[in-house]
């Protein structure tokens, strides 16, 4: 659309970054948006920051290719990729009883995403909370989806209880170095997978041990663990449930390939009740207000702390996303906007 046709004179009134086709960060661009507006139940939010997930990658270049089912099978159908934001309640719909003008708060927009503008609209019963005052935007940003995917992880899908021994795999990512804090926060012994650069991050955000896998195998640590996250999704089931204790789970988030993803999903849960050991299930529901308020108290009483590795302003995403891709980051990637 070009926002210099007459009938929508007057309608563009944000920044945005938007991208019209499926591909690689070129595709791209910072335009003039429509400012969202809100229903009887939603919040208007001026956006202040918001984050980078795996899942915007997954959107922008529709890999894999479920994301088309999704989202538009040849074409994007939501032109604004971002799932976390935090920032301003500016106006709030007549319905609305959480929040208020002014509000600081955080949240996650869920699958149809828009973070990574200037406003963003979101339901007043969605995955959101207010802002602590021990925590600034970018910090708040860099939480929602990351963290919740960790929650979710460890204590639904998980079960996990205080003193388990629990190993998990890339844990230096953003999802990963949020599972070690929130582990260590409910009393577990964590042991934390990651590289060789990142083993003093893992063992400040907590762990009680770290393995390198440049060097060592974690796969080898044979009936070790109560429950083992695995964050990256690129080994065999055998290798995630040799070091599992029986009567012990395996939860996996994050996955490499669609190939090791279908062979785990087809031949995880079988195998693993031969061993007496819980595959768990993919998460099957987004994160809740509920979940919101417990990152928020986690965040209030610093048992949580967000590992920000850079920050952009919002005009250099691609440039962030190239980042993200390529040079392997070690936490989370916030983009912040430039007239804030």
């Known amino acids: 659309m070009n926002p210099n046709e007459p009938h929508l004179k007057g309608r563009y009134s944000m920044k945005a970054m938007v991208y019209r086709r499926y591909g690689a960060p070129d595709v791209l661009r910072l ?4 400012k969202p ?10 956006v202040k920051a918001s984050s980078l997930n795996a899942v915007d990658l997954h959107f922008l270049r529709a890999s894999p290719a479920l994301v ?15 799932y976390d934001i935090a ?3 500016e106006t709030v719909g007549k319905k609305v ?17 828009g973070g990574f503008a200037e ?16 925590i600034t935007f970018e910090q708040a940003a860099a939480v929602p989806g990351a963290a919740a995917a960790a929650l979710i992880a460890l204590h639904q899908r998980g079960k996990l209880e205080s003193g388990q021994k629990v190993l998990v795999n890339g844990a230096s990512g953003g999802t990963g170095t949020f599972s070690v804090q929130i582990a260590k926060a409910a009393g577990a012994r964590v042991t934390g997978v990651c590289s ?12 009680d041990q770290v393995i390198d896998y440049t060097r060592d195998d974690f796969s080898l640590n044979e009936s070790d663990y109560d429950l083992l996250l695995d964050n990256v999704g690129n080994r065999s089931v055998e290798d995630l449930l040799r070091p599992v204790r029986s009567g012990g789970t395996v939860v996996i988030v994050g996955f490499t390939s669609m190939g090791l993803m279908l062979k785990q999903s087809l031949f995880g849960p079988g195998a693993a009740r031969k061993r007496h050991i819980t595959w768990a299930k993919p998460a099957s529901e987004e994160p809740t207000p509920a979940h919101a308020e417990t990152l928020r108290d986690l965040l209030e009483t610093g048992k949580i702390v967000p590992e920000i590795e850079k920050s952009y302003p919002l005009k250099q995403l691609p440039e962030a996303i190239r980042y993200m891709e390529t040079e392997h980051a070690k936490a989370k990637i916030v983009i912040v906007m430039e007239n804030t």
């Open 31 to 34: 335009e003039e948006a429509e």
């Open 37 to 46: 507006a809100p229903g009887e139940h939603d919040l208007l939010v001026k």
């Open 68 to 82: 088309r089912f999704q989202n538009g099978f040849f074409r994007p159908k939501n032109k604004i990729l971002g």
């Open 87 to 89: 920032g301003l309640v």
């Open 97 to 113: 009883t959480r929040f208020k003008s002014g509000d600081a708060v955080f949240g996650g927009l869920g699958f149809c995403m």
């Open 119 to 134: 406003y963003a609209c979101i339901r007043e019963d969605a995955f959101m909370a207010g802002i602590p005052g021990n």
């Open 196 to 207: 060789t650069r990142n083993l003093e991050r893992v063992r400040k955000l907590g762990a």
